[in-house]
């Protein structure tokens, strides 16, 4: 509890910048949902309502910031896309990987029946093509049209990699970069689209994205086997135990020549993992330094990202997004 | 199988004039899923090649004709727009009706899993938008957008409304119109602002398009009481067994007031319907008129699609939607 009191702390610092439009993009995202169906209404407000960071919406208004955007009518209403999109391929997540727990809360799979998740999963999304259609850029349609068929891929190719334990960092990455840092990508080079940034800079904000969504999401595959559930808000060792082969998994078992390696291997490869097996991985792996591998790799699309940044002028904006490339790291999030 | 062929010989005179236009169409689909992962090729064709019969592509084609459009290429990339979305949320409905046939052969859900269905109907419909943003038309891309909302909305209500026999004709005729008719319409209403059609034109076939789907669903929902398993391809009385309380069933349950109507509720209302349960039900609302009933309301409505096209010069266009209208009453699939 106290280190998700720490965490909200250092958000509130980080995203004041936004604060207001921050707070319009929740009324949108609650206005957006009115005058549908009860269930449509009940089930997205839980899911948008469980604790949600809002990284993506927020990354999308400080990127049209950096740009000196003003007006936030279109951002506050992209914003709230981003966050549609993201919540929609959540809940279609928690399907695909039969997942009890989101962010500490049931999931609505859990709570509702994989019926409804789907439902609801595809009334977001329709819901963000139409923001997205009364916004009226093309540009702007085709960052998330773009984002959203490279996220359905990368969740595919997830599915094709399970419990494939000899599968290469740059199938990882694929899938790391399709199903996580495209979307990212998307809302920060939306925020410089609306500003009428020029094109090598709206591209700037777009590999900003990417190397951030890539760190974001390496920095995560760690904290799975490193946190506590009570920082997660979902069971440690989860990813093991819905077969995904993460980074910090990947680095061990190919650096790893011992008799240990061969049986984490069978226990990986033979039916359901118990806890005790779960453990065991967990311990293999963080002894082994597939943590900090994860981690430093992190730390180099990280530092890309930082790189992006160093051009623009000393603002508000641009000090936000460093902190927050420095805050992934640390984040227990 | 000989209505299987018989049908299929008369889809092809019904669609002769766009016969070059839909084989593009085929070709469309299929390459639109190349270079993408394998699994996605693999289930999107198998979905794709079981013999859907391309209805709303078909109505595209045919509505762009009757406004004179010569120029095949935005037809054509949007009739296929047209059949991805529709491919989508039949792959979505098999997950939500745990449907274990379509159209005569193993649904993608029982063949692949849910997992992997969630994932293609999603991978579809992202390629139908990325679609329609390189066609870059904001009405037409409106005209699908909306028709995806109300789908989603549809398909939600019909879950709510599962097993619930006091369900209104009000309730069922809007499920019926977001599930089936708004797709439709909006390709009717697309051929027609492809080919710059007046506004009062494109508002005449969306509305040829609604009544038409509401014509088509009510037909449909008749077939399930009245046909047999080998014209469907898939199960009599499908949707007794999921659940879904359809027109013929609503009207016999108003009209019927013997003892009889009290049994059948108590069936409907416990539990899983056995097959001597569905096969006295099926007696029961045929017998009853709800079948009869069920078509005839479907003639009201394709009487007004019929209608609207009245105004239409009498060309090759024009005939085949009329005969098009006519053979839904007949139609056997």
């Known amino acids: 509890m106290w280190v998700k009191r720490e965490n909200e702390a250092i958000r509130d610092i980080l995203f004041s910048p936004i604060a207001r439009e921050l707070q319009e993009v929740e009324e949108r995202l609650r206005a957006g949902l009115e005058s549908h169906s009860s269930l449509i209404a ?13 990284i993506r919406p927020a990354l999308l208004l400080l990127s049209a910031k950096l740009f000196g955007y003003e007006d936030g009518s ?32 049931p999931s609505a799979n859990s709570r509702w029946g994989s019926h409804v998740s789907v439902l609801v999963g595809d009334f977001l999304y329709a819901r963000a093509i139409q923001v997205l259609v009364e916004d009226g850029d093309f540009r702007v349609l085709k960052a998330f049209a773009d984002a959203t068929v490279s996220m359905a891929e990368g969740e595919i190719l997830e599915l094709e990699t399970f419990k494939k334990l000899d599968i290469t960092y740059e199938e990882y990455l694929k899938i790391i970069t399709c199903k ?13 689209l609306i500003s009428k ?41 989860n990813d093991l135990v819905e077969g995904k082969v993460t980074y910090p998994l990947i680095y061990v078992l190919h650096q790893d020549q011992s008799p240990e390696r061969d049986h984490i291997r069978h226990l990986l490869s033979n039916g359901q993992l118990q806890e005790v097996d779960v453990e065991r991985i967990r311990r293999y792996v963080t002894e082994g330094g597939g943590v900090l591998a994860s981690v430093e790799e992190a730390r180099t699309y990280l530092r890309k990202a930082r790189q992006q940044l160093v051009p623009f002028p000393d603002t508000v904006a641009r000090r936000s997004l460093e902190m ?8 227990k999030w």
Chains 1, 2 share one sequence.
């Open 42 to 54: 009940e089930v997205s407000s839980y899911v948008l309502g469980s604790g949600g960071k809002r």
């Open 74 to 105: 279109r951002s506050v209403a992209l914003a709230s896309v981003a966050e549609y999109m993201h919540v929609a391929t959540l809940i279609h997540d928690d399907i695909i990987d039969n997942a009890d727990k989101r962010r500490g809360l």
């Open 180 to 192: 996580t840092a495209v979307l990212i990508s998307a809302a920060c080079q939306v925020g410089a």
């Open 197 to 237: 940034a020029p094109e090598e800079q709206v591209k700037a904000m777009a590999d900003f994205g990417l190397n951030l969504g890539i760190g974001f999401q390496l920095v995560d595959d760690a904290l799975d086997f490193a946190a506590s559930e009570e920082m997660l808000g979902k069971p440690v060792g």
């Open 324 to 331: 927050l490339v420095d805050f992934i790291v640390e984040r």
